[in-house]
């Protein structure tokens, strides 16, 4: 049952995901499970990866949600070791969120990490 679901939400994610250019960029500085730092055009910005929502970190006296901790070293690792880091934005969303965080399909060494989340249960 878990592998069909998992299976499922990644036939969605890649359906959703439209060709569209891939623009690469550098890796600055991991924030959590779904969100981390790159320069594009040289200027440092925060990137929010479309599709998933991660478990919330410890924040301003609250405690971090269930696995958090997990899922941002995952996406951390994953980023901080990639030789290639790649986004792709959707003509369905828009390009930045109302906090200025840039909305992207996120590939890695021309893998998408948010398929990568899913089937690992982040």
């Known amino acids: ?68 901790n997990e899922a941002s070293d995952y996406t951390c690792n994953i980023i901080k070791n990639a030789k290639k880091i790649e986004l792709e934005y959707d003509s369905n969303s828009d390009e930045v969120d109302k906090y200025g965080r840039v909305l992207a399909w996120v590939y890695v060494d021309r893998k998408l990490l948010q398929e990568e989340l899913v089937a690992n249960g982040y």
């Open 1 to 68: 049952m878990k592998k069909k679901l998992c299976l499922m939400i990644s036939i969605f994610l890649i359906g959703i995901n439209l060709a569209y250019a891939k623009e690469k960029v550098a890796f600055v500085k991991c924030v959590d499970g779904d969100t981390f730092r790159v320069m594009i055009d040289e200027e440092e910005k925060l990137v929010r990866m479309l599709a998933i929502d991660t478990p919330e970190l410890e924040k301003k006296g609250t405690k971090a949600e269930y696995y958090a």
